[in-house]
């Protein structure tokens, strides 16, 4: 165990940057309120900077990226040979090269850290207030108090490691292994009997606290030894049994049409017990998880001509491997309402394109209403729809005004060639598998109607915590105890809950062991940065698959980034880099 003390007359900004070993880093400049709630001044003015950089925390750029990249669910070649390789960091992370040196990885331990630190300031700010017999602080307390626990559990999955800091003039700890499972799950087990659901999935609340507590213990075998097998004992699994039950038997319902909870309005949807709150928070707001996969030529709302995905993740080869592993013959698009939702109704005299091209297909198209366009949701292949827009940038339209829609042609890497965005499985890291078109994309996320720019902006909640996990975590806790009938009638529950479009509702399951609930979890939970936990805890993440090969086992944890350990180089062995780096 390895400490280190600060003067606490320090600036904060410099505190903040000594503390954790940070570099400089650009930063959006957040509103010190709370959407006009009517708070007092200290609370909001405490809390709002810890919630709005959780929102950089889950950029596409920095952990929602590397979560998705080191899996086998998403890979980033350098498209076209030009653009995306950003010094090869999604590359390395990807094929577990990743060194203390990796951008990726650097920015993900910069922004959780320094989210914490505004966690423990705020814990700081507040408990004064609380003392005094304020209510209001006294709730924002508990907040502060779990939002250290989740921000430290972040950083236990990434790196192996907690900062045990309860204030900014204290000791800092750095926890490994069972101390620093102890240490949130004492933040966690201290406010979750004490607070409540009132504010909402926008901020952290009572099911999102037991939510929380069931992802620890049921990754706590991992995290005792996270080089090692996973001894999965009786009495955590028990916890995630209970914590989850907690939750499930509550207020929160499964929606029926899954594509709901990550659709406009989706803040109101009972599914959701935490998620980042995105109504109308201009500076912070984003539509990152939406855009990041969808093809850079590809117009997503003709409202705004502007707005256009950016050709980088795709679904790996392997990933979809398991739809087609569960589903044989039949396409998964028509057996399971997770994986395909079809919004862009395409007239059946316009769906053979049999010598159509883009040069001779300037009457290929149907004319909408450019708010009723959609694009389509879920795991998109083939040719892709959309809006045109001629030479000056104006998206082109019928005579009646409504938007004409044609198949979308690929002018990033077309060349002489003109073809259409036509998304194939073959992604891969070879000049022709990194080309702007290849692979399956995500599109989970709604390009938002209400928000002022769809791109650059979401009315969107970003999901972090559900009630469909609850079911999963339950289920496989279940499954570990010995229990498959109780395990098989969880999974059930969920598949069968999508009723919205009954046709592709998936058929119940007549048997589960670990294999089949870990193809569920994909299945349920892909694109929501979950899977190279799942992976790593079931067994999976030293395989191969699409551009990786590397089994090293030190490497599921990520390096501690080299600019943290030189900025706390004066203390000798308060950062020691994990093994295998």
């Known amino acids: 165990m390895n400490n280190i003390r600060f003067n606490k007359v320090l600036p904060v900004a410099i505190f903040l940057l000594t503390f954790f070993g940070c570099t400089s880093l650009e930063e959006d400049i957040l509103d010190e309120s709370l959407t006009g709630t009517g708070q007092a001044e200290v609370v909001s003015g405490s809390i709002a900077p810890v919630y709005g950089l959780l929102r950089q925390v889950w950029l596409h750029t920095v952990n929602f990226g590397l979560q998705e990249v080191a899996s086998d669910e998403a890979i980033l070649p350098c498209r076209g040979g030009t653009d995306w390789y950003d010094g090869g960091k999604f590359i390395a ?25 505004r966690a423990v300031i705020a814990e700081e700010r507040l408990r004064p207030e609380a003392e005094k017999g304020s209510q209001q602080a006294q709730d924002a307390l508990y907040e502060m108090v779990a939002m250290n626990a989740y921000l430290n559990m972040l950083a236990l999955d990434n790196w192996g490691l907690v900062f045990k800091k309860e204030r900014s003039d204290q000791v800092s700890v750095i926890l490994r292994g069972q101390e620093a499972i102890d240490y949130i799950e004492g933040k966690l087990l201290s406010v979750v009997d004490l607070m409540n659901n009132d504010n909402g999935p926008g901020r952290l609340n009572k099911d999102a606290v037991s939510g929380l507590l069931a992802r620890l213990y049921l990754n706590a075998a991992v995290y005792r030894d996270p080089y090692g097998t996973p001894n999965f004992t009786k009495e955590d699994m028990d916890k995630v049994i ?56 590809q117009v997503p709302r003709p409202e705004f001509p502007s707005t256009r995905g950016t050709d980088a993740v795709a679904a790996t080869p392997d990933f979809f491997q398991h739809w087609v592993d569960a589903y044989g013959s039949e396409d998964p698009a028509d057996a399971d309402a997770r994986f395909f939702m079809e919004n862009t109704i395409i007239p059946e005299e316009l769906k053979d394109l049999t010598g159509v091209t883009p040069e001779n297909d300037s009457e290929h198209y149907y004319c909408i209403e450019a708010e009723k366009f959609e694009i389509n949701r879920g795991i998109l292949r083939g040719i892709i729809w959309g809006p045109r827009k001629d030479a000056g940038g104006n998206i082109l339209k019928c005579d009646d005004g409504t938007v004409r829609i044609y198949p979308v042609i690929n002018k990033r890497t077309s060349g002489a060639n003109i073809r259409y965005v036509d998304h194939n499985l073959n992604v891969d890291f070879t000049e022709q598998g990194s080309l702007h078109n290849t692979g399956y994309r995500f599109s989970k996320y709604q390009f938002s109607h209400t928000a002022t720019n769809c791109c650059s902006y979401s009315s969107v909640d970003v999901v972090l915590i559900r009630l469909g996990e609850m079911y999963l975590m339950r289920a496989e806790a279940k499954l570990r105890n010995g229990d498959n009938a109780g395990a098989l009638e969880d999974v059930n529950t969920l598949r069968t809950s999508r009723t919205a479009r009954p046709a592709q509702t998936p058929a119940a399951l007549t048997s589960i062991d670990l294999e089949v609930l870990f193809r569920e979890t994909g299945f349920e939970l892909y694109w929501e940065g979950l899977r190279r936990t799942y992976q790593i805890r079931f067994g999976k993440y030293e395989e191969s698959w699409t551009g990786k090969t590397d089994s090293d086992v030190h490497k599921r944890l990520f390096p501690i980034p080299q600019k943290a350990i030189d900025g706390a180089s004066s203390e000798k062995g308060f950062l020691v880099q994990n093994e295998g780096y």
């Open 242 to 297: 209970q914590y989850t039950s907690n939750v499930i038997s509550g207020s929160h319902s499964l929606s029926a049409e899954y594509f709901d909870v990550f659709s406009d309005d989706n803040h109101t949807n009972s599914e959701l017990i935490f998620a980042l709150d995105q109504r109308g928070v201009l500076e912070t707001e984003h539509s990152r998880w939406a855009y990041w996969p969808i093809s850079g030529d």
């Open 93 to 117: 992370v990807h094929q577990h090269l990743m060194t203390p040196s990796n951008a990726l990885v650097g920015d993900s331990w910069t922004y959780i850290t320094l989210c914490l630190s």
